[in-house]
């Protein structure tokens, strides 16, 4: 593979692109969101799917490697390769256009470098719901979410961005479009191209568009606080809503009693729920059709749950504003726990009956490793854990560096034990390469690999993300 840093390569690219395509300062698209990795590359900037595939046929032409880029919040270094090659940064950030808008079909048409922050305003101007909703919503981008396959906080009732996309379009690894932006939701002409691009993060090719569904906005939201007596608790009371909201319930997020901790010691500021923190609570999101009171709804599942000795306190949201500050403690929990510095930090998915004893074994398994803070919290709804490791007070995670191999290496032992997942919403990037050849299936990786060497024969495309680049 070449270098695209040689004055020669540069310049053939500047003549296809316009001066707007090219960035001063790179630093900003070679850096991670935990500070962990640098990366390399030369960053260019298309503005059109046309661009893109000019950009891809001039590196596959050249054997020049390419390192998609969307809005740089990934946190498994898919974004960066910091070895190999320099590669070609290749940034979204100017395709940021909402194509179409259709109402009637509940779909809206967008460029992969829309902000999500940006769709979801888009379909709330038109009466409808885009629902995936995460912390970074304000500078993830569409294309990168694709990737990803992202999850975020309302996949119990709607999904992960797989089940959000009709269709795509992408530029593939020699410069060719597929143009694959369909808004139909039945369409049995083969392989299903689209789920195999969602979740690829990059490696298979470029999304520069895609069709995204829309759904109906609810007309009565609300949320609530409960404080729970253990997560079997947590578990027993996600059943009960079911039984008694059904689909209404969107989110159903659990939080231990540390990520409290974290916020007082370092914030952001929030405004306490509860007159005791409890060591287990819950965040019950719902929304409801026009007729059916949220309120009500929520009052009545924590009567049952109260007598049924699952939950032991409790705040309904009286307002958007309330609901709105529970939301910001839930999402503030990231923001807390960087701002302490994770030993190790896991992004997990164990069966929904499992979670109880695996959160029980993983505080066992750890306590033979060291002392550490552990900070679990996440989507209980759909089986999806943080599962964070911090130093002790008045230590830091440069103290723990000899450490952190073996916790990781305790946690994902534990998880794979029980039939879980080491990535449930991140990816795999460049961090869990390793991971995934330690615990995935022997079939699978060879399947994985033969789409890759298929579709990527020349294996310019995200090198070293997702497989070991060879």
């Given at each position: 593979?070449?270098?695209?840093?040689?004055?020669?390569?540069?310049?053939?690219?500047?003549?296809?692109?316009?001066?707007?395509?090219?960035?001063?300062?790179?630093?900003?698209?070679?850096?991670?969101?935990?500070?962990?990795?640098?990366?390399?590359?030369f960053?260019?900037?298309p503005?059109?799917?046309?661009?893109?595939?000019?950009?891809?046929?001039?590196?596959?032409?050249?054997?020049?490697?390419?390192?998609?880029?969307?809005g740089?919040?990934?946190?498994?270094?898919?974004?960066?390769?910091?070895?190999?090659?320099?590669?070609?940064?290749?940034?979204?950030?100017?395709?940021?256009?909402?194509?179409?808008?259709?109402?009637?079909?509940?779909?809206?048409?967008?460029?992969?470098?829309?902000?999500?922050?940006?769709?979801?305003?888009?379909?709330?101007?038109?009466?409808?719901?885009?629902?995936?909703?995460?912390?970074?919503?304000?500078?993830?981008?569409?294309?990168?979410?694709?990737?990803?396959?992202?999850?975020?906080?309302?996949?119990?009732?709607?999904?992960?961005?797989?089940?959000?996309?009709?269709?795509?379009?992408?530029?593939?690894?020699?410069?060719?479009?597929?143009h694959?932006?369909?808004?139909?939701?039945?369409?049995?002409?083969?392989?299903?191209?689209?789920?195999?691009?969602?979740?690829?993060?990059?490696?298979?090719?470029?999304?520069?568009?895609?069709?995204?569904?829309?759904?109906?906005?609810?007309?009565?939201?609300?949320?609530a606080?409960?404080?729970?007596?253990?997560?079997?608790?947590?578990?027993?009371?996600?059943?009960?809503?079911?039984?008694?909201?059904?689909?209404?319930?969107?989110?159903?997020?659990?939080?231990?009693?540390?990520?409290?901790?974290?916020?007082?010691?370092?914030?952001?500021?929030?405004?306490?729920?509860?007159?005791h923190?409890?060591?287990?609570?819950?965040?019950?999101?719902?929304?409801?059709?026009?007729?059916?009171?949220?309120?009500?709804?929520?009052?009545g599942?924590?009567?049952?749950?109260?007598?049924?000795?699952?939950?032991?306190?409790?705040?309904?949201?009286?307002?958007?504003?309330?609901?709105?500050?529970?939301?910001?403690?839930?999402?503030?929990?990231?923001?807390?726990?960087?701002?302490?510095?994770?030993?190790?930090?896991?992004?997990?998915?164990?069966?929904?009956?499992?979670?109880?004893?695996?959160?029980?074994?993983?505080?066992q398994?750890?306590?033979?490793?060291?002392?550490?803070?552990?900070?679990?919290?996440?989507?209980?709804?759909?089986?999806?854990?943080?599962y964070?490791?911090?130093?002790?007070?008045?230590?830091?995670?440069?103290?723990?560096?000899?450490?952190?191999?073996?916790?990781?290496?305790?946690?994902?032992?534990?998880?794979?034990?029980?039939?879980?997942?080491?990535?449930?919403?991140?990816?795999i990037?460049?961090?869990?390469?390793?991971?995934?050849?330690?615990?995935?299936?022997?079939?699978?990786?060879?399947?994985?690999?033969?789409?890759?060497?298929?579709?990527?024969p020349?294996?310019?495309?995200?090198?070293?993300?997702?497989?070991?680049?060879?």
């Amino acid at each position: 593979m070449l270098n695209p840093a040689t004055p020669a390569f540069q310049d053939s690219l500047r003549a296809l692109l316009s001066a707007a395509a090219f960035k001063d300062d790179h630093a900003p698209y070679l850096n991670e969101p935990r500070g962990r990795w640098a990366g390399q590359g030369f960053v260019v900037a298309p503005g059109t799917t046309e661009e893109v595939a000019l950009v891809v046929q001039t590196c596959a032409d050249a054997g020049v490697p390419i390192v998609p880029y969307s809005g740089g919040t990934g946190l498994v270094g898919g974004q960066l390769s910091d070895e190999g090659p320099t590669p070609v940064v290749l940034s979204l950030e100017r395709m940021n256009r909402i194509r179409d808008v259709y109402p009637s079909e509940n779909v809206l048409v967008c460029d992969a470098g829309v902000i999500l922050a940006d769709v979801q305003k888009a379909a709330e101007d038109v009466g409808r719901l885009f629902p995936l909703s995460l912390a970074s919503e304000g500078s993830a981008r569409i294309g990168g979410l694709l990737s990803t396959n992202a999850g975020g906080v309302n996949v119990l009732r709607y999904g992960n961005a797989r089940a959000q996309c009709l269709g795509l379009e992408v530029v593939r690894p020699d410069g060719s479009i597929w143009h694959g932006l369909t808004r139909l939701r039945k369409d049995n002409t083969g392989y299903d191209l689209r789920n195999l691009m969602i979740g690829a993060e990059g490696t298979l090719g470029i999304i520069t568009g895609a069709a995204l569904k829309l759904a109906p906005r609810p007309v009565g939201v609300g949320a609530a606080m409960m404080a729970v007596t253990s997560p079997a608790a947590a578990l027993d009371l996600l059943a009960m809503a079911g039984a008694q909201i059904g689909e209404g319930v969107s989110a159903f997020e659990i939080m231990h009693r540390q990520g409290f901790d974290f916020l007082d010691e370092v914030g952001p500021a929030f405004k306490q729920p509860f007159e005791h923190v409890p060591e287990w609570s819950v965040l019950i999101d719902v929304g409801l059709p026009a007729g059916l009171s949220p309120e009500e709804a929520l009052e009545g599942l924590f009567e049952t749950a109260f007598a049924a000795g699952l939950v032991t306190d409790g705040a309904i949201a009286q307002s958007n504003a309330q609901r709105a500050a529970f939301w910001h403690i839930r999402e503030s929990i990231p923001e807390a726990n960087r701002r302490i510095g994770s030993v190790s930090s896991h992004d997990i998915a164990i069966p929904l009956s499992a979670i109880p004893t695996f959160i029980d074994r993983g505080k066992q398994a750890l306590a033979e490793v060291g002392a550490f803070r552990i900070n679990c919290f996440g989507h209980l709804g759909d089986g999806n854990l943080h599962y964070n490791v911090f130093p002790m007070p008045g230590k830091s995670r440069a103290d723990y560096e000899a450490e952190r191999p073996e916790v990781k290496r305790v946690v994902h032992d534990l998880v794979h034990e029980m039939d879980g997942s080491v990535s449930a919403e991140h990816g795999i990037g460049r961090l869990k390469v390793k991971d995934l050849e330690t615990y995935g299936d022997p079939a699978k990786l060879a399947m994985l690999r033969a789409v890759k060497d298929a579709l990527d024969p020349q294996g310019i495309m995200n090198p070293g993300a997702v497989l070991r680049h060879r």
